[in-house]
């Protein structure tokens, strides 16, 4: 059964702790991407991965941080350094990578930071 | 800069048709995705246009007008289950990077 995993749904941390959010997927695609979406505001990417041991930048980057050390797996650390972190992360993956490629999503983690 | 319209809510009626407008200023445009996105859920590919024209899958459509920087997506024989979230994302700056708008509630009223 082929597709994205991310765990856990819900996730709760202290202020000032670093958190790693976990995204699998076993659908063998090339790229990976991670983004945040807040209320009333569109999906916003924070990093993109499109082969192993290689990622960059996306529009929110300050304060995360991603390793890409096996094609299937692409984690994410929200640190201290990020203001506002309390979120609903998505991770997605496409084939390549490239420009038409449709992007597929997991299901999420919704972080608060008390 | 990238930006992206389109409404924020809409209701409509079980059984009857909606369309969902979606207008871009974006540089590098390569195509439109239309996703939904059901409270709390992951957003589900519905569809994807890249040159001028109407697609159709099913009960959902989309349409695309790159002179005019305008899309819609079209639901028909609406369902209770079609009230969600639809996201229009744009592919920008000339590689698989989208820039998504904030997302239309839609509402399907018995």
């Given at each position: 059964?082929?597709?994205?995993?991310?765990?856990?749904?819900?996730?709760?941390?202290?202020?000032?702790?670093?958190?790693?959010?976990?995204?699998?997927?076993?659908?063998?695609?090339?790229?990976?991407?991670?983004?945040?979406q807040?209320?009333?505001?569109?999906?916003?990417?924070?990093?993109?991965?499109?082969?192993?041991?290689?990622?960059?930048?996306?529009?929110?980057?300050?304060?995360?941080?991603?390793?890409?050390?096996k094609?299937?797996?692409?984690?994410?650390?929200?640190?201290?350094?990020?203001?506002n972190?309390?979120?609903?992360?998505?991770?997605?993956?496409?084939?390549t990578?490239?420009?038409?490629?449709?992007?597929?999503?997991?299901?999420?983690?919704?972080?608060?930071?008390? | 800069?990238?930006?992206?319209?389109?409404?924020?809510?809409?209701?409509?009626?079980?059984?009857?048709?909606?369309?969902?407008?979606?207008?871009?200023?974006?540089?590098?445009?390569?195509?439109?995705?239309?996703?939904?996105?059901?409270?709390?859920?992951?957003?589900?590919?519905?569809?994807?246009?890249?040159?001028?024209?109407?697609?159709?899958?099913?009960?959902?459509?989309?349409?695309?007008?790159?002179?005019?920087?305008?899309?819609?997506?079209?639901?028909?024989?609406?369902?209770?289950?079609?009230?969600?979230?639809?996201?229009?994302?744009?592919?920008?700056?000339?590689?698989?990077?989208?820039?998504?708008?904030?997302?239309?509630?839609?509402?399907?009223?018995?």
């Open positions: 059964d082929g597709g994205i995993t991310q765990s856990p749904k819900y996730l709760f941390r202290k202020e000032g702790q670093n958190v790693t959010l976990s995204c699998e997927q076993n659908l063998n695609h090339d790229a990976m991407y991670w983004y945040r807040d209320p009333g505001q569109g999906l916003r990417l924070i990093y993109y991965s499109q082969i192993v041991n290689d990622f960059q930048k996306g529009d929110i980057a300050e304060g995360y941080s991603v390793s890409r050390e094609k299937e797996s692409f984690p994410l650390t929200v640190t201290s350094a990020q203001k972190p309390t979120a609903f992360y998505l991770c997605a993956s496409s084939s990578g490239g420009s038409t490629d449709t992007q597929y999503f997991g299901p999420g983690t919704r972080l608060t930071v008390l | 800069g990238q930006n992206i319209d389109q409404p924020t809510e809409m209701t409509a009626t079980e059984g009857a048709i909606v369309q969902i407008n979606c207008t871009y200023q974006t540089s590098g445009f390569n195509g439109l995705f239309w996703y939904q996105q059901h409270a709390g859920e992951a957003p589900t590919f519905l569809s994807y246009n890249v040159l001028d024209g109407l697609e159709e899958k099913g009960r959902f459509s989309s349409f695309l007008s790159r002179s005019k920087g305008y899309s819609y997506l079209l639901l028909k024989e609406l369902q209770m289950k079609d009230s969600a979230s639809y996201l229009c994302a744009a592919i920008t700056g000339g590689g698989n990077k989208l820039t998504f708008g904030t997302g239309t509630q839609l509402k399907v009223e018995l």
